[in-house]
């Protein structure tokens, strides 16, 4: 059965917003998805109908609002498999879930020599974090290069990859050039000399299958609102008996069993690291997000995505000052490309000029830039709401835009 696009398009209301009559073309999913009706209607009702602060009410409010947030934290849980919905921590963003990893179980299991290994690919938010832990340690941070096409370098991986390192931190997919790292290869590898692997899941969870218990990794982050979701929430799932053995991060309410003026003592995990009064009501968007995910067919939808990814490089490929970055085999939907010498930023606002919404700049990945030997770049991020006619429109508006710099 084709992938009814139209249909999915109608669940979104953005989609429907004309600019100067002409419709909006967003192709800028890769930073923040657009929300379905479903998350805005669930966030909506429970907001005027059902809220009330959870886990510390008695009242009818409290317990129906706690009960909502728990079912997101299990809807969360059985989306990307977790072996118990325990193993589930919200956090503010994916960026927060990944300094947490770093401020607790980093800073109990790594000192100075141990080396933490990450990627040329990888987004600040997997960068910053261990540059921070190495610093505070005196561990050392090394780098696993990138191949010309984009893709890593798994040679180097091999001989970097030595009994001092303690951590592997690596994305599923980059967010600047759409690599689909081989992480199941990079896990195996990396437990065999008693690594622990966090993977970075912000791209991945969006546009592949995700299943932790096969996948094998300690820990494993996203965000909602590259989700379909709302903003202001992360995920971090971590393995029980590693979040167990893990420090608390922030005190206060919540996070604790007991507290008297003497001595204090702590939740077991989730709680534990879920300090103060949660994203209430972004969980139960999260939920509603991956609810409506449920219903539609994610294998038709990845492939509809690729679709459009090989139009828009077909298209662009064409034009003779355009370069694309990127071309590994094992790659998602998301284009990244710079036109002649044209500032990329210069590129964005021509392009919105059409109604097209894109990405310009480092994209949070400066190393990513050095290696490529650019300043910045053009990200058109496909979604599964996109259509071959917005790609079409991209293509044009691009060839017009060269036009500009000659």
């Not at 933490?116 to 987004?123: A, D």
């Amino acid at each position: 059965m084709p992938f009814d696009v139209e249909a999915v398009r109608r669940d979104f209301p953005i989609l429907s917003r004309q600019i100067n009559g002409k419709p909006l073309i967003y192709l800028d999913s890769g930073a923040s998805a657009q929300k379905p009706t479903a998350v805005i209607d669930a966030m909506s009702h429970h907001m005027a109908q059902s809220y009330a602060n959870v886990h510390r009410g008695l009242h009818r409010l409290a317990n129906e609002v706690t009960d909502a947030f728990e079912a997101g934290r299990e809807a969360v849980a059985k989306f990307i498999n977790a072996a118990r919905s325990e193993e589930v921590i919200f956090t503010k963003s994916a960026t927060e879930s990944m300094n947490l990893v770093a401020q607790t179980w980093g800073l109990a299991n790594i000192t100075a020599g141990d080396e933490i290994l990450i990627t040329e690919l990888e987004h600040h938010a997997n960068i910053v974090p261990w540059h921070m832990l190495a610093q505070r340690t005196g561990a050392v941070l090394k780098w696993v290069p990138i191949l010309e096409d984009g893709s890593l370098d798994m040679a180097a991986f091999d001989q970097l990859l030595t009994n001092r390192v303690k951590l592997v931190a690596v994305a599923h997919m980059s967010n600047v050039l759409g690599t689909i790292n081989p992480v199941e290869a990079i896990i195996e590898k990396a437990h065999a000399v008693g690594a622990r692997v966090l993977i970075d899941g912000c791209q991945g969870v969006v546009h592949l299958p995700v299943d932790v218990q096969a996948l094998g990794c300690d820990f494993y982050a996203f965000s909602a609102h590259k989700l379909y979701g709302p903003t202001g929430l992360g995920v971090l799932w971590g393995r029980y008996d590693l979040l167990e053995a893990m420090p608390p991060w922030q005190g206060g309410g919540e996070m604790i069993a007991r507290v008297s003026k003497e001595m204090i003592t702590y939740a077991e995990p989730p709680h534990r690291f879920e300090a103060g009064t949660p994203a209430i009501l972004e969980v139960i968007g999260l939920k509603a997000a991956i609810d409506w995910l449920s219903q539609i067919d994610r294998e038709a939808a990845a492939a509809h995505e690729v679709a459009l990814y090989k139009r828009a490089h077909a298209g662009l490929k064409k034009i003779n000052a355009l370069r694309i970055y990127g071309e590994a085999a094992e790659k998602g939907s998301i284009l990244t490309f710079s036109l002649g010498s044209a500032h990329a930023h210069d590129v964005a606002q021509i392009l919105d000029r059409y109604n097209i919404a894109v990405r310009a700049g480092t994209h949070c990945a400066e190393p990513l830039m050095t290696r490529l030997g650019v300043t910045s770049t053009v990200r058109a991020s496909i979604a599964l709401y996109n259509t071959e006619a917005e790609i079409d429109a991209l293509i044009a508006a691009v060839e017009k835009a060269q036009g500009f710099f000659e």
